[in-house]
């Protein structure tokens, strides 16, 4: 599913370049689960980013079902992104001119989409109730709490039903219980639907529901369970 060789990622800074991810290596099969815990600062972002393919490594290769990210040009890689992706955000860019339910139909809107937007709607209303959001579709973001914000943008991430889903500290700022909801979500989807699913998380309950584990040690990923 997911095949990452030889990894590295540099920053230039304002003083000398850091290196923050240094011959890295990952291989995920399609279903597994797997979390990346790691102190502040360790690279978790970077490297999600980088498998998203929202940031490009200074060298190696990221595939993807068997295809290259690197080698698509920005149209495909929107593409892919958009059809088979789910990314939620450590911040979570929900947009602020528009309602709840309109941020969870926005991967919608970026176009190629073959379902009608009645089948998108429904989904759309479920997944906001199954994380608890029912009363609130018609708000607007800043009516929102953190954690009702960190919601949306995870039923924003699953609208398009992704093969893979990279998620960035998906419990964040939710309470033990909602963040348990968020756990047996991804888990329901990650068991009942094959769904992959890479999360970074400093939760050690939701890491300990992910198949493997691996810590990000200087650069590099470190297997820790699984
Ligand atoms: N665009 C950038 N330019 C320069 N340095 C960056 C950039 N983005 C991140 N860094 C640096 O790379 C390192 C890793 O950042 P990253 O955001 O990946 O960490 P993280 O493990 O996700 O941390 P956290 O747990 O706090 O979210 C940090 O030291 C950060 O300062
Ligand atoms: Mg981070």
Known sequence: MLNVQNLSKEYPGPGEA?????????????????????????????????????????????????????????????????????????????????????????PRLAGGWEESEDATRERAASLLKDLGLSERVDHMPYQLSGGERLRVAVARSLVNQPGLILADEPTGSLDPAMGEQVA?????????????????????????????????ELGNLVRRSG
């Not at 059809?83 to 602020?96: A, E, I, K």
């Not at 970074?200 to 810590?215: E, S």
């Open 18 to 106: 850091i290196t923050v991810l240094e011959n890295l290596d990952l291989s995920v099969e399609k279903g597994e689960s797997v979390a990346i815990v790691g102190p502040s600062g360790c690279g978790k972002t970077t490297l999600l980013n980088i498998l998203g393919t929202l940031d490009v490594p200074t060298s190696g290769s990221v595939s993807i079902n068997g295809q290259d990210v690197g080698a698509m040009d920005a149209e495909e890689r929107s593409r892919f992104r958009n059809r088979s992706l789910g990314f939620v955000f450590q911040q979570h860019f929900l947009l602020p001119q528009c309602t709840v339910l309109e941020n969870v139909l926005m």
């Open 184 to 216: 047996d979500l991804f888990s329901e989807l990650n068991t009942h639907h094959d769904v992959t699913l890479v999360t970074v998380t400093h939760n050690a309950a939701l890491a300990d529901r992910m198949g493997t584990v691996y810590a990000l």
